[in-house]
């Protein structure tokens, strides 16, 4: 039986052509049988791709072949290209959709003016230092709110945002100028989407701003769950959450009847198909796997 593999990773940097990036990283994802999610703009890419690890490795090699994704951060984890619904390469204004195309600026480094980058391990030496000086550091999600309802770091703030396009808005609210003076840690899945939130942050004024390197991914390598991060973490894919070891606990709860679980599921209701937190029991039965009050739609 073949081994299978998905790999995560991004890499800003300027790009001179993005379609012809999105004709390359197609014909070779189509001749290696991978299959995922790309997205190119003129600042980077955001790749997620699965598929026989033979195949993922020859994949990985090509990409870094080109000059200005020689120094991507790979992150390796299980599962196939049979999570993925088909192979989807395309070009955006923006690998992650902040809504702010404009306001990036990104040259051969990466992004430029974001925060401070953490390594797993340099950000406890930052918690533990600062609570030395008597002063917390506050931990600052950078992911739909949703996906925090499985798994978050201890205490974080998790922004009322459903897209990335709300965090701009959430940003200039005034809920969050309190935090303008404090070390704010942002972190998220693999690290990209903090990459521009650090950015966005700094630009706003927020004058002591860090980003978990390798995003929730990298700790959880490092850590499992004897770290700061406690839960599952949500995957946009057919996994839709993994965890760091048999030690993680089950932070979420169903929304019908509030027993543990980490189990998203789509409204039964076709006009509604929501997704949300539902136990094992509660889902086998489409009249109470459907939204408690009332379907939105």
């Known amino acids: 039986m073949a081994l299978n593999k998905i790999v995560l990773f991004y890499g800003f940097t300027p790009l001179l052509d993005p379609d012809a990036i999105r004709l390359w990283q197609r014909a070779l994802c189509e001749k ?9 703009s ?8 699965g598929g026989e690890i033979g195949a993922v490795k020859q994949y990985v090699k090509a990409t870094r072949e080109h000059s200005g994704f020689r120094g991507i951060d790979i992150k390796w984890s299980d ?38 980058h953490l390594s797993p391990e340099a950000l406890h030496e930052l918690v533990n230092a600062k609570r030395h000086d008597g002063e917390d550091v506050v931990f600052f999600d950078g992911r739909n709110a949703f996906e925090a309802q499985i798994g978050k770091f201890k205490d974080a ?21 309190d935090l303008k003076d404090k070390p704010v840690v942002t972190y998220c899945t693999g690290g990209i989407r903090c990459e521009v939130l650090s950015s966005l942050m ?27 991060w406690e839960g599952s973490l949500y995957v946009f894919d057919k996994r ?8 993680a606990k089950t932070i979420g709860q169903c929304v019908r009847c509030s027993a543990p679980t980490s189990k998203f599921e789509n409204c039964s209701n076709p ?9 094992a029991e509660c889902a086998s039965d489409p009249e109470t796997l459907r939204c408690p009050d009332g379907c939105a739609v």
């Open 32 to 40: 290696l049988g991978l299959r995922g999610r790309i997205l190119i």
């Open 42 to 49: 003129k600042d980077g890419i955001n790749a997620t791709v």
């Open 79 to 116: 599962g196939s290209a049979d999570d993925f619904p088909r192979l989807s390469v395309k070009v955006r204004d923006e690998i992650v959709s902040f809504g702010a195309p404009g306001e990036l600026a990104v040259d051969a480094q990466g992004v430029v003016g974001g925060g401070t």
């Open 157 to 177: 703030i998790v922004p009322d945002v459903a897209t990335t396009h709300d965090f701009i808005t959430e940003l200039e609210s005034g809920k969050y100028d």
């Open 202 to 228: 700094v630009n706003r004024g927020f004058t002591q701003v860090y980003q978990l390197d390798g995003g929730i991914v990298r700790y959880g390598e490092a850590f499992r769950d004897k770290g700061l």
């Open 240 to 247: 839709m959450h993994l965890e760091f070891s048999d030690d």
């Open 271 to 279: 006009s509604c198909r929501t997704l949300t937190l539902y136990c």
